[in-house]
């Protein structure tokens, strides 16, 4: 039983922590994939005569995947520790299981052996029955020593089969806990290099302050003047969604109004629904039809036999829009096909200039030479136009949510544009030391968002 127990709760550990183990060396060769990754941007971005902050960014960013995959590293050797410790448990079950196993094996021969000696043979002890119960009795006894015997040899045999088995894993395992021993060394030693490298450039760039300070005042002036462009150009497309609202309500109360036969509300409503100027053909046919019953009606006392209007109520576009951005945060993909975010949301210290910070109202992600800017989700596109210092801007309306991709070389839409999922909108501006960045921004009508949390984590 207690064999058993051990062996329960040794293979209801191990396969939890199998599927954990694969879940960690996936998200280590992701992160190894992302050092490549960033080494590639290091090298287009790194110049042997003038040092920048994105290569600055580029060396944080090693440095941050190297500690994350040290971390995963060390949860894997606890993984795998806690395999072997479970498995010499196992392994100390069995050999427990397999000694008693033995005994009882030995303990059953010297019965048989005994009762051989005592009877003559088998055949004789059957046959000395006093009676046919007797015989029948001891012929069933003897039937079960056999089975009894042949059992125990079975579970001696399994039982060896997996002691071998359990010492191959075992062996496995500790080969697995030097490797993963030896890769954190190795993760330790480079994590060191990359940190002095990272000193180094510190050290150069804090010699460059002046021309650091003039860099940062120029880009403050550029994002200011990108956040003006966004803050009116929501406001203009905030207006437009109330107007929206307005004139499918008006058109709705007209409609109702007038099947009623109350024209003269739906001549009020109608006009309402005229003056936000979204489907003025609509609202004027629909109010001149109102106005020639509400006529007709006067003239004559009577209601005036006339088609029904159709009434139809369905949930704006821009509502459903909003209820399925809002579904997907943290599962957006996004606006990239490579890179990391060299510059994160929010106020933060300068990295290399004491006293001063930094305010970012999105993220900025350093990619590769040639990396395009892709739409994060479905939309419709309200805005392009060229900001000096941020090069060129988009933005995509998803109902109340609004994406914004800044510093584009050049763009592949235009104004009204409806934009697929991972569609193409521009290719990212190239410039001081071949350096690739997208400037990348998440709205909520008029209230800014950290679009960290609403992209895929890597």
Same mark, same amino acid.
């Given at each position: 039983?207690?064999?058993?127990?051990?062996?329960?709760?040794?293979?209801?550990?191990?396969?939890?922590?199998?599927?954990?183990?694969?879940?960690?060396?996936?998200?280590?060769?992701?992160?190894?994939?992302?050092?490549?990754?960033?080494?590639?941007?290091?090298?287009?971005?790194?110049?042997?005569?003038?040092?920048?902050?994105?290569?600055?960014?580029?060396?944080?960013n090693l440095i941050k995947v190297r500690e994350e995959i040290l971390d995963g590293l060390a949860n894997e050797l606890t993984g795998v520790q806690k395999d072997e410790f479970l498995k010499q448990q196992q392994l100390k079950g069995i050999?427990?299981?397999?000694?008693?196993?033995?005994?009882?094996?030995?303990?059953?021969?010297?019965?048989?052996?005994?009762?051989?000696?005592?009877?003559?043979?088998?055949?004789?002890?059957?046959?000395?029955?006093?009676?046919?119960?007797?015989?029948?009795?001891?012929?069933?006894?003897?039937?079960?020593?056999?089975?009894?015997?042949?059992?125990?040899?079975?579970?001696?045999?399994?039982?060896?089969?997996?002691?071998?088995?359990?010492?191959?894993?075992?062996?496995?395992?500790?080969?697995?806990?030097?490797?993963?021993?030896?890769?954190?060394?190795?993760?330790?030693?480079?994590?060191?290099?990359?940190?002095?490298?990272?000193?180094?450039?510190?050290?150069?760039?804090?010699? *460059?302050?002046?021309?650091?300070?003039?860099? @940062? &005042?120029? %880009? !403050? /002036?550029?994002? +200011? #003047?990108?956040?003006?462009?966004? =803050?009116?150009?929501?406001?203009?497309?905030?207006?437009?969604?109330?107007?929206?609202?307005?004139?499918?309500?008006?058109?709705?109360?007209?409609?109702?109004?007038?099947?009623?036969?109350?024209?003269?509300?739906?001549?009020?409503?109608?006009?309402?629904?005229?003056?936000?100027?979204?489907?003025?053909?609509?609202?004027?046919? *629909?109010?001149?039809?109102?106005?020639?019953? @509400? &006529?007709? %009606? !006067? /003239?004559?006392? +009577? #209601?005036?036999?006339?088609?029904? =209007?159709?009434?139809?109520?369905?949930?704006?576009?821009?509502?459903?829009?909003?209820?399925?951005?809002?579904?997907?945060?943290?599962?957006?993909?996004?606006?990239?096909?490579?890179?990391?975010?060299?510059?994160?949301?929010?106020?933060?210290?300068?990295?290399?200039?004491?006293?001063?910070?930094?305010?970012?109202?999105?993220?900025?992600?350093?990619?590769?030479?040639?990396?395009?800017?892709?739409?994060?989700?479905?939309?419709?596109?309200?805005?392009?136009?060229?900001?000096?210092?941020?090069?060129?801007?988009?933005?995509?309306?998803?109902?109340?949510?609004?994406?914004?991709?800044?510093?584009?070389?050049?763009?592949?839409?235009?104004?009204?544009?409806?934009?697929?999922?991972?569609?193409?909108?521009?290719?990212?501006?190239?410039?001081?030391?071949?350096?690739?960045?997208?400037?990348?921004?998440?709205?909520?009508?008029?209230?800014?968002?950290?679009?960290?949390?609403?992209?895929?984590?890597?």
């Amino acid at each position: 039983m207690k064999k058993v127990i051990i062996l329960f709760l040794a293979f209801i550990v191990t396969a939890a922590w199998a599927t954990d183990r694969k879940k960690l060396e996936r998200q280590r060769n992701a992160k190894l994939a992302e050092i490549r990754e960033t080494n590639r941007i290091l090298r287009q971005t790194r110049s042997k005569k003038n040092v920048t902050l994105k290569e600055l960014r580029s060396i944080n960013n090693l440095i941050k995947v190297r500690e994350e995959i040290l971390d995963g590293l060390a949860n894997e050797l606890t993984g795998v520790q806690k395999d072997e410790f479970l498995k010499q448990q196992q392994l100390k079950g069995i050999k427990i299981h397999l000694i008693n196993q033995k005994d009882k094996y030995a303990k059953s021969v010297a019965n048989t052996y005994r009762l051989k000696n005592s009877t003559g043979n088998n055949w004789h002890f059957i046959f000395s029955s006093t009676s046919f119960n007797q015989l029948f009795q001891r012929f069933r006894y003897l039937q079960k020593i056999t089975q009894y015997q042949k059992q125990i040899v079975l579970d001696i045999e399994n039982d060896k089969r997996e002691v071998e088995e359990g010492i191959v894993v075992l062996t496995g395992l500790k080969q697995e806990k030097e490797l993963i021993i030896g890769d954190k060394e190795t993760e330790k030693q480079k994590l060191e290099q990359d940190k002095q490298i990272q000193q180094k450039t510190v050290n150069v760039l804090a010699g *460059k302050e002046k021309d650091l300070r003039r860099k @940062l &005042k120029a %880009q !403050k /002036a550029a994002k +200011a #003047k990108l956040d003006r462009e966004i =803050e009116r150009l929501i406001r203009i497309e905030l207006e437009k969604a109330r107007k929206r609202k307005a004139y499918d309500k008006y058109i709705n109360l007209g409609d109702k109004s007038f099947n009623k036969g109350d024209y003269e509300s739906a001549v009020t409503y109608y006009e309402k629904a005229l003056n936000q100027w979204v489907n003025t053909k609509t609202a004027r046919d *629909k109010l001149n039809r109102a106005k020639a019953a @509400l &006529k007709k %009606q !006067k /003239a004559t006392g +009577a #209601k005036p036999a006339v088609p029904k =209007e159709k009434v139809i109520e369905t949930p704006s576009v821009d509502k459903v829009n909003t209820a399925n951005f809002l579904a997907n945060k943290g599962k957006l993909p996004w606006p990239t096909s490579n890179g990391f975010i060299s510059e994160k949301y929010g106020t933060h210290a300068h990295p290399t200039i004491s006293g001063v910070s930094v305010n970012n109202n999105g993220v900025n992600i350093l990619s590769t030479s040639g990396t395009v800017a892709r739409v994060v989700f479905p939309g419709t596109v309200v805005a392009v136009m060229e900001i000096p210092g941020m090069q060129n801007m988009v933005m995509v309306s998803h109902g109340d949510y609004f994406t914004v991709y800044a510093k584009l070389s050049n763009v592949f839409v235009k104004t009204g544009d409806k934009v697929t999922l991972k569609q193409s909108l521009g290719k990212i501006y190239t410039g001081e030391n071949n350096a690739t960045e997208l400037h990348f921004e998440l709205w909520h009508n008029q209230t800014k968002q950290n679009p960290a949390y609403w992209i895929i984590r890597k």
